[in-house]
């Protein structure tokens, strides 16, 4: 168990409390934790084995805070990423406008990442179809021109997680043949990247 | 004479952060008299903590840039040109979200969603506002900003009035409340508070608030948006860290920790211990300068560079940080954090991990690299290995389950509670609240008068040496020397002649257990 | 009122110079009185010093205007008490609904020379003071004002704003030059009433003094009884009382030196003189009844002001040591005659009763076995003086002498004292 191998640089973005560490718990430990929200600070990275066929790949998910202070902090945790799940808030129309953003940031700066849009909390607008601010509609027709997948999941009922994840490890299963040769994995990468220790003075 | 040597040594700890172990005859019996670095809990090693006194800390304003200029390389703001100012601000995220999906009866909410002109959102003990240098509302800890605006205008109107006449305003007061003011530019910070809390406490936590700020910013992102339009609101960056300020807070009216200018450790013997460090510093990667082991706020254990030494203060930033955010507790968290009091100027990242599941014990990693994630995350990886491999487990899971003592092992008739700080490690031991202080209220009441006792100890004119305060339900003795500094609750059938013949056979106590109260045998790398 | 004092403290030659808390300002405000923008000159209705600029004046008020509503905020019912600020703190008070009294009191600062011609550090001691004490000041301030004028309220009742601000000039004129904050402790906030102990028997004769002189003399509604500056007894209201006694024990009193402690030919003793069946005069009204053109006219004060509210004459009547407190409905005419059938009827009596308590007082002394009597006295040098050869000359005493006499300035009172410490045997 010591090193830590990863295949697939996952991230999920989007604004803050839309629900991705939900997400991310949902698929990984099956549960959905129910008391106070609380954001999530930074970033959080945990590695999750799956199977595609008769293959085991582990996807490396980080699931980055969604505000604005740790936009900056952002690229680290993309840079490189198979895929993005940019998420949003069904019941909060700016959070797809933030979608948007984190849509546009990604072409520009990882073209090889592929987008998966996901709206989240389909259990509330279950409950009360008004509560619906992001049309189904609107977002397939931009998943289709910006060529990304759309889902649209609830994480209190684990409605379409699984098959969310499912689908980013059988697109990277498909997807890796055609990786350019001699790209580095994720980890050499941030192996080779080391910065110059930087000295510390007291004051 | 030789206390007089031994308090030049004693400050110049202060000064230069780097100490010479103190040669220490560690007497069975120690007299209150005793001087710092004898007392018991006194490291023999070189100190741990940035040695700083209480009220020096935080009436300074010392947060100044330490590092050299290329460690804001760490920065947040890196690599980001002013161009992309202008998609951010398209989708500003302003408005208060609605709380994430299925998320019941969040706290943060309930807060939030308070009526500000309601009898119930006045009977709050204490409100914290912070705000602009504009007025513009950043923080409220009940009701919302927006429903809070003009009151914080109010706030800022009065700050410029006086300021205006060259003047600076404290505080008002009124008939059981209070309203502290703290002006921290860019920033200002009001306090409200019910009862007897002093202003000077009050202070003390606007200005934990405004370094917990600083923690997630940095001063000097901090001073660069508002230089660059006055007007910025900065809920923009905060937003999210609500709940961070709300557990804070409460930190603060809890733990006596925050109050001594100390942290307490997690009970654990001697050789258990230091077995752990040794662990904690064998798995030790290039990047790394500080590792810590904590269960909640207590201390397990501790490894730093040799040149650098972690302020208490930033430890229980740190500590309330690692506690405040769920996505830690089954992921590996990695966050940039800024210690204020280490260097206001730049961040660390650190690396955060709940190692043990279904218990509190908390791996804090800090590096000064950013994209050292991988390197530190197989630290943990090879930390936990060794713990297994030395058979440090046992002992630490035995230690987590239970992380206090009762009062009853010291034998002090009447005594039902104490907090103890050794001056010299900066480090403090309490026994559990237990008995009649199993309520939050009993225990805030508790600590509320340890706060009063504190404050006239520290009196910033008139000092004293010790105190003795009677009410009805207590009686409490406060004492504080060079080397130690005591507080005791006793019943109310103590006397006076009870709690100065307690200190003695307490001290003795805390002296036979330190090595499982105290860490005494601090790790560099 | 700024008192300056060199402390010992003088390194190489500089002198570090503290100062004492000083008035700033002081001011009485109704917020309903000018609502509207542009006439809020119209809630100032007392303001010293008055020789500030409007606009000041007007911001001062402002900003008070602006703290109490903002503490309302958070508790409805009990506004902002008092204002911490680096240099100075205020003290609100509002004695009658909507009227505000303000009180802006400097801190006490210590100046610290720096060398090389640059103006001197100025730290200001911020914890030194207490918001009781000057509480206590203000509202002593306020009840002094309404023994004398009685309620703000009253005054806008019978001649509106411009009687009221006419009232406050006058009143807060003369007695905020006798307000010496410097001095102020917390002897203040107590604002007691001193008892003088007395055994039964006298006190009894006292009584009876009391009801004789309330039956002859029936106009008498109240009346108080002193001796040696100290209560022995009263018919007024506590409350009232208590004001009262400050008022004669601070400023009455003091202005009128014992006749009795005076040489046989001073000039102070005119009416002893002529007079040898008593001691007895008049600390308020006529200065001599002989003096046919002499107004007879007592100064008013007020009491009751909760419920009857009622307005009377105030006579106060010494002698020797012995003092007494005769109110009279206002309503009622004064006139020589009463006076002095009251200084024949009450002057023998008295100057009996006031020999008799102090015999009385020293044969309790003297029950308990020879008693060393050992004061502290602060007080003038002119007046301790007086006051040994008073003790001197009292039969019972047998021995009194000086135990130190060590003139000194004091920094509370920022006066010229003399402590006497002296010891009195007694038989």
């Not at chain 2, 710092?36 to 209480?54: K, L, N, V």
């Not at chain 2, 404290?170 to 209070?178: P, V």
């Not at chain 2, 009050?202 to 948006?225: C, D, K, N, W």
């Amino acid at each position: 168990m010591t090193a830590m191998r990863v295949d697939a640089k996952v991230v999920m973005l989007g604004k803050e409390s839309v629900g991705k560490t939900s997400l991310v718990e949902r698929y990984v430990h099956h549960r959905f934790l129910v008391g106070p929200y609380q954001n999530t600070i930074g970033a959080a990275f945990v590695a999750k084995p799956t199977h595609v066929g008769d293959k085991v790949i582990t996807l490396g998910i980080w699931d980055t805070a969604g505000s604005e202070r740790y936009e900056a902090m952002s690229r680290i945790y993309y840079r490189g990423a198979r895929a993005a799940i940019v998420c949003y808030d069904l019941t909060d129309s700016s959070s797809f406008q933030r979608a948007r953003f984190w849509v546009k940031e990604l072409q520009n700066c990882e073209e090889h990442c592929k987008i998966y849009l996901c709206g989240t909390k389909t259990d509330l607008i279950e409950a009360d179809r008004a509560a619906r601010q992001v049309d189904y509609h609107d977002v397939q027709d931009f998943a289709d021109e910006i060529g990304a997948q759309h889902f649209e999941t609830s994480s209190k009922t684990g409605n379409n997680v699984d098959e969310l994840f499912q689908k980013v490890a059988e697109d990277y299963n498909s997807s890796s043949f055609e990786v350019m040769p001699g790209e580095m994995s994720f980890i050499q990468k941030m192996k080779n990247l080391r910065l110059p220790h930087v000295a510390l003075r007291l004051h | 004479m030789a206390a007089d040597v031994d308090r030049q040594l004693w400050e110049s700890t202060n000064g230069s952060l780097s100490i010479e172990p103190v040669c220490s005859d560690r007497a069975d019996s120690p007299a209150p008299g005793l001087v710092s670095g004898t007392e018991p809990g006194a490291g023999q090693e070189t100190a741990m903590f940035a040695h700083t006194e209480s009220f020096e800390d935080l009436t300074a304003d010392t947060e100044g840039a330490g590092l050299e200029p290329q460690e804001r390389e760490a920065s947040l703001q890196e690599g980001r040109g002013e161009d992309e100012e202008e998609p951010r601000e398209e989708c500003a995220v302003i408005g208060r979200q609605q709380q994430e999906g299925g998320r019941e009866g969040g706290v943060r909410d309930k807060d939030k969603d308070e009526d500000v002109t309601s009898d119930a959102w006045r009977a709050h003990r204490k409100h914290v506002f912070v705000l602009s240098e504009a007025g513009k509302p950043i923080y409220s800890r009940y009701g919302s900003e927006e429903a809070l605006s003009s009151t914080m205008g109010v706030m800022m109107a009065l700050v410029s009035f006086v300021q205006s006449g060259d003047n600076t305003i404290r505080s008002i007061q009124g008939d059981g409340y209070r309203v502290v003011f703290l002006r921290r530019s860019p920033l200002v910070l009001v306090g409200v508070s019910r009862g007897s809390q002093s202003a000077g406490q009050l202070l003390r936590e606007l200005q934990y608030v405004y370094l917990g700020i600083v923690s997630l910013l940095s001063a000097t992102q901090l001073q660069r948006v508002f230089a660059h339009r006055q007007s910025y609101d900065l809920r923009r960056l905060l937003s999210g860290s609500e709940h961070l300020t709300g557990s804070l807070l409460r930190l603060l009216e809890r733990d006596p920790g925050p109050l001594l200018s100390a942290v307490a450790c997690l009970p654990l013997p001697g050789p258990a211990r230091d077995r752990v460090s040794a662990c904690l510093r064998q798995a030790r990667a290039p990047p790394l300068t500080f590792s810590l082991l904590l269960a909640g706020t207590r201390l397990v254990s501790l490894v730093r560079r040799r040149d650098l030494h972690l302020h208490h203060l930033d430890l229980h930033l740190l500590a309330n940080m690692a506690a405040s955010c769920s996505a830690f507790r089954e992921a590996e968290g990695w966050t940039p954090v800024c210690l204020p009091k280490l260097n206001a100027a730049g961040f660390f990242h650190a690396h955060v991990s709940f190692p043990l599941p279904g218990t509190p014990l908390c791996l804090l990693l800090l590096s000064t690299e950013r994209e050292a994630f991988f390197e530190l995350s197989a630290c943990k990886q090879r930390f936990l290995e060794l713990l297994h491999k030395r058979n440090a487990l046992l002992g630490l899971q035995e230690a987590l389950s239970c992380p206090t003592y009762s009062v009853a092992l010291v034998g002090v008739p009447e005594l039902r509670h104490f907090v103890y700080k050794s001056r010299s490690s900066g480090l403090y031991t309490s026994p559990e609240l237990e008995g009649p202080y199993s309520s939050d209220e009993e225990q805030e009441r508790l600590m509320c008068l340890y706060q009063q006792l504190h404050s006239r100890l520290h009196h910033p004119t008139r000092p004293l040496s010790s105190i003795y305060h009677t009410t009805h339900t207590h009686n409490l003795y406060a004492k504080v020397t060079s080397g130690f500094e005591l507080y005791l609750c006793f019943s109310a059938l103590g006397t006076k002649a009870i709690a100065e013949a307690a200190v003695s056979k307490l001290l003795k106590w805390i002296r036979k257990e330190e090595d499982r109260l105290f860490i005494l045998n601090p790790l560099t790398y | 009122m700024l008192c300056v004092f060199f402390s010992p403290r003088m390194a190489s030659g500089m002198q570090e110079k503290q100062y004492t808390p000083s008035l700033l300002s002081f001011f009485i405000y109704n917020p309903k009185f000018g609502p509207r923008e542009g006439e809020e000159e119209k809630k100032i209705l007392f303001y010293h010093p008055s020789e500030l600029d409007k606009n000041e004046k007007i911001r001062s008020v402002g900003l008070c205007e602006a703290i109490v509503q903002f503490t309302r905020t958070f508790c409805p019912t009990k506004p902002a008490k008092s204002l911490h600020t680096q240099k100075n703190r205020q003290i609100f008070y509002e004695p009658e609904e909507h009227f505000w009294m303000v009180m802006v009191v400097r801190n006490p600062m210590i100046e610290k020379p720096n060398k090389d011609g640059k103006p001197p550090t100025i730290e200001y001691q911020e914890d030194e003071i207490l918001d009781s004490v000057y509480g206590a000041v203000l509202q002593q301030c306020y009840s002094m004002y309404k023994l004398f004028n009685g309620t703000f309220g009253r005054a806008m009742e019978a001649g509106g704003v411009e009687m009221l601000t006419q009232k406050l000039e006058k009143f807060f004129y003369r007695y905020l030059q006798t307000l010496h904050l410097q001095s102020c402790d917390l002897l203040d906030v107590f604002g007691g009433i001193s008892f003088f102990p007395l055994d039964k028997m006298t006190y009894l004769k006292i009584q009876s003094f009391v009801n004789r002189v309330e039956q002859s003399l029936s106009l008498i509604k109240y009346t108080a009884f002193l001796y040696n500056d100290q209560l022995i007894w009263s018919g007024l209201e506590q409350d009232d009382m208590r004001i009262l006694y400050k008022y004669l024990t601070t400023s009455l009193f003091p202005r009128h030196t014992e006749p009795e402690l005076a040489g046989r030919d001073s000039p102070l003793r005119p009416e002893v003189a002529g007079n040898l069946l008593h001691y007895g005069r008049f600390l308020t009204g006529p200065a001599s009844l002989k003096d046919p053109d002499a107004k007879i006219r007592f100064p008013r004060i007020f009491v009751n002001t909760e419920d009857s509210y009622e307005e009377l004459h105030l006579i106060v009547y010494k002698a020797m040591s012995a003092a007494v407190c005769f109110m009279i409905s206002a309503a009622e005419d004064l006139t020589r005659e009463f006076c002095e059938q009251l200084d024949s009827l009450v002057g023998p009596q008295l100057t009996l009763l006031a020999s008799d308590i102090c015999e009385q007082y020293n044969i309790n002394r003297r029950i308990s076995g020879s008693v060393l009597i050992s004061l502290t006295l602060r007080q003038t040098p002119r007046k301790c003086l007086a006051l040994l050869a008073l003790l001197s000359s009292n039969k019972h005493t047998i021995g009194a002498h000086i135990k130190r006499n060590i003139c000194y300035f004091d920094s509370q009172r920022s006066q010229a004292c003399a402590l006497f410490q002296y010891s009195i045997y007694t038989i």
